[in-house]
């Protein structure tokens, strides 16, 4: 028993050797197989980060894997990864390791693999990278140390295959594939049922997204014959979306070329299952709904592929006399018909012919038809596309589910156009014929996007080759009003060639409720905010040249009535532009010039002139925020002030200014100016008389000053405060700190009682009219500090004591004792 045990134990101890031993020995002999079998058929760049081979996965056979392999193409292709692959693996037959000569694959395991297809305008492809035949190895000429391939198992996890053609602006994705591929080896033919999804399909023309959100899935018997490079299908089903086409047909590659003919049909001939086609996304959209009615999908791809030639296509989808109505729903779609055609022999997708026809749909009383004919849509697009119909939004409301959207409102119109893409580049609207007319009525629309509803009353819509015309636009939202009229221009270049779009609009109201407007788009969380804080900056759209000449009879903004808004505002140059919109408010008038512009960095750049006629002191100040920064003291203010201010700066993202950016210049001129119990004057009452300064009287001035880097600079200027000339000058820094000087000259007879009694003691003070004395305020905007500067006034009253005589001084001298100290203490 013992002896039993130990041959068991050794027994055990030679195979896990053997299976530790078998992956390090034949390592290096299979990385020179892989790598030589690589270097004679492509012409590219091959590299993979390791190979390795294991007994416990995949026994009593060997797994070989590679892992983080890429292939890169050479030339103009150097720096494009062709293929990366982040496993692929292989079972392999240990005697095959033992053998010097062909080693076969006959499965392959990949997952997270990313392929990459690229065809240039010049029409070079980085897919071609196989070596010519007479540069690759021949059969005759191998040495016996290479690979086969008879693959009877393929299994794909986790791969992405993007197509791009530069020329014809052409991109195809198939992502997150999966494939299960099994089969059945007869020579060089293999039988494979094949079972594959592909999570997404997008096909994109032309930056435009025809397909998108659509799932592809097959199962199919596939026989591939590798011989003769030839692949037929036998009972084949393919799925788009939910959406079966039963496929029949071959295709093969005998050299450079490919030939296709196959076949596609939908099994069933019903509108309900044609619906399946409807990307899963929105498919949520078509619960409940009951269909009747008859419908198609078919095709078929015949002929050969090989550079610029492509094979022939015909597809039709049609639909005959259908309804659909959702469960509960009071109306329906009825009379529903579809024909509809894509065609094109073998060439180019020049050749390429899209026809739709018969395309009807009714609700009640209510038709709408329309129609498609396009050619030639690579070199120079012909369309023939037609509509017409009167669609009731209201009882479109009662047919299909709007969730939370509120639609009602009544459509009436038709349109036609037809001509060539080049008569547009050309703007040869002689060769272009376009024609319809549109009204509107009685429309109402609510949707979670917006807080109040629009509503438009009427509207007129007339569309020639050249213009679009609109007419009796009448709208309202909240307590706004809106008459609209004017024409836009050069529509066709701009919806097919996105040129500019050029329009003339004029825009009239009785009121205009401009913070409701402001907060109009519903905010996206459930945080409140106040009607300034909804402010965001906005772009504006760089392909615009439009002109309202607006007229709003009155308007509210933050609490200010605005009356009399007159001017024009123009979209142009990627920049909102005002010229000579004037407005009367704060009892005043208002003329405004400028421009908004925004950037990369969504901080918008202003560039702005203003003028200001007779505002209410009060009323500016709680309604301009430059006035709160600058001038705090308005809060204590009343009066008028007229203002030319020309500024220019950046907002943040909220709208707000950013001070540290403004620069400009202007002047402030006041009217009955008048300070009511400021905290700053109260700190000069120790030399002019109280009564002077309850309530400080300014005569009227005119201030120059300038903007830099957001600190304001004032230049001096003479006025009277409290009936005492005063030169002022200073600055406000933008860290809201002032550095501000107020040099006074003081009537004798308005100095406080203390100072007049003083001086009536001095010899000479009887020449002193007028005192200068300088008030120095500086420190926090808010909280300012107040000092006096009394060295003009000691130097005047020295100059005229000392033009006294020693008489008088002696007489003097014992009267002002300590009231010179009080003075000038």
């Known amino acids: 028993m013992k002896k039993a045990l130990l041959i068991l134990v050794g027994i055990v101890a030679v195979l896990m050797a053997t299976a530790i031993i078998i992956p390090i020995a034949f390592k290096g002999p299979l990385m020179e197989k892989v790598k030589k079998t690589i270097n004679q058929n492509l012409n590219a760049t091959v590299e993979f980060d390791n190979l390795s081979l294991s007994l416990f996965k995949s026994f009593p056979k060997v797994q070989a894997e590679i892992t983080g392999l890429t292939v890169t193409g050479k030339d103009c292709f150097a720096n494009d990864t062709l293929v990366s692959i982040g496993s692929l693996a292989t079972n392999l037959s240990l005697s095959d390791l033992f053998k010097s000569d062909d080693l076969k694959i006959s499965s392959l395991q990949v997952s997270g693999s990313r392929i990459f297809l690229l065809s240039t305008t010049d029409g070079q492809v980085n897919w071609d990278i196989a070596l010519p035949d007479d540069a ?30 530069d020329e014809t602006t052409t991109l195809l994705k198939l992502l997150n594939t999966n494939i299960d591929a099994t089969g059945q080896v007869e020579g060089t033919v293999t039988k494979f049922n094949l079972d594959g999804e592909v999570g997404e399909f997008i ?15 097959a199962k199919s018997e596939l026989t591939a014959d590798y011989d003769k490079m030839s692949f037929v299908f036998g009972e084949s089903t393919l799925f788009l979306n939910a959406l079966p086409l039963d496929v029949s047909g071959r295709f093969e590659m005998p050299s450079d070329s490919m030939y296709f003919d196959i076949l596609f049909k939908q099994p069933q ?43 022939g296509i015909q597809t039709r989808m049609f639909i005959k006399n259908a309804t659909l109505q959702y ?48 050619t030639h849509p690579m070199t120079d697009p012909y369309f023939d596309a037609t509509f017409s119909g009167k669609i009731d939004f209201t009882r479109l409301a009662d047919v299909i589910p709007m969730d939370s959207m509120e639609l009602r409102g009544l459509l009436d119109g038709k349109l036609a156009i037809k001509g060539k893409m080049s008569a547009i580049e050309k703007q040869d609207f002689t060769n272009i014929s376009s024609n319809g007319a549109f009204n509107f009525r009685n429309f109402y629309i609510l949707t979670p996007q917006i807080t109040r509803p629009v509503e438009i009353s009427s509207g007129n819509v007339a569309i020639s080759n050249t213009e679009i015309n609109l007419s009796q636009l009448a709208a309202k939202t909240g307590q706004s009003d809106f008459q609209l009229n004017g024409k836009l221009s050069n529509y066709l270049p701009y919806f097919f060639l996105n040129k500019t779009l050029k329009g003339e609009f004029n825009l009239k109201s009785n009121y205009v409720n401009f ?10 969380d459930s945080a409140t905010t106040t009607s300034s804080d909804s402010l965001i900056a906005f772009q504006v759209p760089g392909n615009l040249d439009l002109v309202f000449r607006s007229q709003i009879n009155r308007a509210s903004f933050d609490r200010m009535d605005i009356r009399n808004i007159d001017g024009l505002i123009l979209v142009k140059d990627q920049a909102l532009q005002l010229k000579k919109l004037n407005m009367d408010m704060l009892q005043g008038q208002l003329t405004v010039d400028g421009a908004y512009k925004n950037n990369k960095t969504n901080k918008p750049e202003f560039d702005f002139n203003l003028a200001i006629n007779s505002f209410q002191i009060p009323a500016a100040y709680q309604s301009f925020s430059m006035m709160q920064r600058y001038m705090p003291i308005a809060a204590h ?18 709208l707000n200014i950013i001070a540290s950016s403004l620069s400009g210049n202007g002047f402030l001129n006041t009217q009955n100016l008048q300070i009511l119990d400021s905290p700053t004057f109260d700190q000069i009452r120790n030399f002019i008389k ?24 004032v230049d001096p200027f003479n006025t009277k405060i409290a009936d005492q000339e005063v030169t002022v000058q200073g600055k406000v820094l933008v860290d809201r700190t002032l550095d501000l000087n107020m040099d006074f000259k003081v009537n004798k007879d308005d100095l406080n009682a203390d100072i007049n009694k003083t001086l009536g003691f001095l010899p000479g003070s009887e020449n002193i009219q007028l005192l200068d004395i300088s008030v120095v305020v500086s420190g926090e905007l808010t909280q300012p500090k107040v000092s006096l500067d009394l060295s003009k006034a000691r130097k005047q009253i020295e100059e005229e004591v000392k033009k006294s005589t020693k008489e008088q001084l002696d007489k003097s001298v014992k009267k002002i004792g300590n009231e010179l100290k009080k003075l000038f203490n």
């Open 203 to 217: 096909l994109e023309y032309d930056s435009v997204q025809y397909i998108a959100n659509t799932v592809l899935k």
């Open 136 to 165: 690759a190895q021949s059969p005759e000429e191998e040495t016996g140390d290479a690979l086969t391939i008879s693959l009877q198992e393929i299994i794909i996890r986790d791969m992405s295959l993007t197509y791009k053609d």
């Open 269 to 311: 001939s019903n509108f309900e299952t044609l619906l399946a086609m409807v990307p899963e996304d929105y498919q949520n959209y078509l619960k409940d709904v009951k269909t009747t009615g008859e419908a198609g999908f078919e095709g078929q791809i015949k002929g050969w592929y090989y550079e610029e030639d492509y094979p």
């Open 327 to 374: 469960a509960g729903s009071p109306e329906k779609v009825e009379q529903i018909s579809l024909e509809t055609s894509i065609s094109k022999p073998q060439g180019g997708f020049d050749l390429l012919v899209v026809d739709v026809s018969n395309a009807h749909a009714q609700i009640r009383e209510n038709p709408v038809d329309m129609s498609l004919h396009l």
């Open 637 to 654: 203010s009343q009066g008028n002030i007229s203002s030319q201010l020309k500024f220019k700066g950046q907002m943040d993202e909220k």
């Open 515 to 524: 913070d409701e407007l402001a907060s109009l788009m519903a905010e996206t």
């Open 690 to 713: 109280k009564e002077k300064l309850k309530n400080v009287k300014i005569d009227d001035f005119t201030s120059n000053f300038r903007l830099e880097n957001g600190n304001l600079l």
